[in-house]
């Protein structure tokens, strides 16, 4: 049976870092309630002009040097954002030209803060059918374009960064000891809009900003994110208490615990980088991966769920093994 094995992560972080203490200084907000409600301390903001696919291609190239390939030995780019450079062309295939590769073909997805879980499962899609060998899966985002910075109820929450897996095409057995994605599950409901939206667009004629209902997202993320997961696992024929790590959205670290909490895990089986990154929205999953790679905590053949809730409302979690 194919399957969609991890090759390669890297990520890029933006050099401006902003804690929670500059934002004192024109709101009424606390670095004590940022830190205390949600977890942050500090984020990345991208330069004026740095951009999304920017940011995307850093990524790449660290994860292609990582997994030992180069650009073209890469057949499609699954690019996930919600704030790509332009209207159109795609993040994905500007990113394919500023890595330099010159052949097979790149598309962007948007599922906001779940995005990086839907990029997953679309490149899982695309090798299990032998479309693709080797895809380079993304999550770019620019969310300090979109903030409204009189709102402290939004904008001290989401950071810039991006993430990026080289995922390759290997036999395995068809059994849950497999390297690979073993499962995923992807979830929608569109009459939750207005709890997390952006108040303009291309139809509209506007750029828009971010909008949110925080407290009634919270009430659905930690339910929902529980759910997805153990969906993920139950498909996968595995249960939470199999997991070496849960790699979650980084939004707010009393939803990650919540959501940890409710599956029965503790918070040692957690990759946690919301401190440092803030909500990233779509690359917060690959910017986490990368970091808990690099530090050491995920290894081969480690069991991980990765899952995510954003704007739609848009859920969803991949169970693979590292
Ligand atoms: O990634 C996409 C999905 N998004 C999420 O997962 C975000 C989910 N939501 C959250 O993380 C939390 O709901 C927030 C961090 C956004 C807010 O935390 P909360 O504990 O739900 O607070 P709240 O919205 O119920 O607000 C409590 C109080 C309010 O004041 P009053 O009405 O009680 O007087 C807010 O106005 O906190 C106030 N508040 C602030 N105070 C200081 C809201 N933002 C701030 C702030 N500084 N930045």
């Known amino acids: 049976m194919r399957r969609?094995?991890?090759?390669g992560v890297g990520h890029y972080l933006p050099e401006r870092v902003v804690p929670n203490s500059e934002f004192e200084k024109t709101l009424e907000t606390?670095?004590?309630w940022i830190r205390g409600?949600?977890?942050?301390?500090?984020?990345?903001?991208a330069a004026e002009g740095e951009t999304t696919s920017d940011m995307a291609a850093r990524a790449c190239d660290i994860a292609l040097t990582n997994a030992g390939l180069t650009a073209n030995d890469i057949d499609a780019i699954v690019l996930a954002t919600s704030t790509a450079d332009l209207t159109f062309p795609s993040a994905a295939t500007m990113v394919q030209a500023k890595i330099g590769m010159e052949r097979g073909f790149a598309f962007d997805v948007q599922a906001v803060c779940?995005?990086?879980?839907?990029?997953?499962?679309?490149?899982n899609a695309l090798i299990v059918s032998g479309q693709a060998d080797r895809v380079l899966v993304i999550g770019a985002e620019t969310f300090s374009r979109i903030m409204d910075w009189t709102d402290r109820t939004t904008c001290v929450l989401f950071g810039d960064g991006a993430g990026a897996l080289v995922l390759e095409a290997q036999d395995g057995d068809?059994?849950?000891?497999?390297r690979g994605i073993l499962a995923t599950d992807l979830n929608?409901?569109?009459r939750y809009r207005d709890l997390l939206y952006v108040d303009g667009g291309v139809s509209t004629q506007t750029t828009g900003v971010l909008r949110m209902e925080g407290n009634q997202v919270f009430r659905h993320a930690v339910a929902k994110l529980a759910a997805t997961a153990e969906a993920a696992l139950s498909k996968a024929g595995l249960q939470a208490e199999d997991l070496d790590w849960i790699v979650p959205?980084?939004?707010?670290i009393r939803i990650i615990q919540g959501t940890a909490k409710k599956m029965g895990l503790p918070m040692d089986k957690v990759v946690v980088t919301v401190q440092d990154h803030g909500n990233t929205s779509a690359a917060s999953i690959p910017l986490a991966m990368s970091v808990a790679h690099a530090n050491g905590q995920i290894?081969?053949?480690?069991?991980?769920?990765?899952e995510a809730i954003g704007g739609g409302l848009a859920w969803g979690a991949v169970a693979l093994r590292w």
């Open 4 to 7: 969609a094995v991890v090759r």
């Open 30 to 32: 606390t670095d004590e």
């Open 37 to 45: 409600r949600t977890g942050i301390e500090r984020r990345h903001f």
């Open 114 to 123: 779940a995005g990086f879980v839907y990029a997953l499962t679309n490149a």
């Open 174 to 178: 068809g059994t849950p000891q497999d």
């Open 188 to 190: 929608s409901d569109g």
């Open 249 to 252: 959205h980084q939004a707010n």
């Open 299 to 306: 290894k081969q053949g480690d069991l991980i769920v990765t």
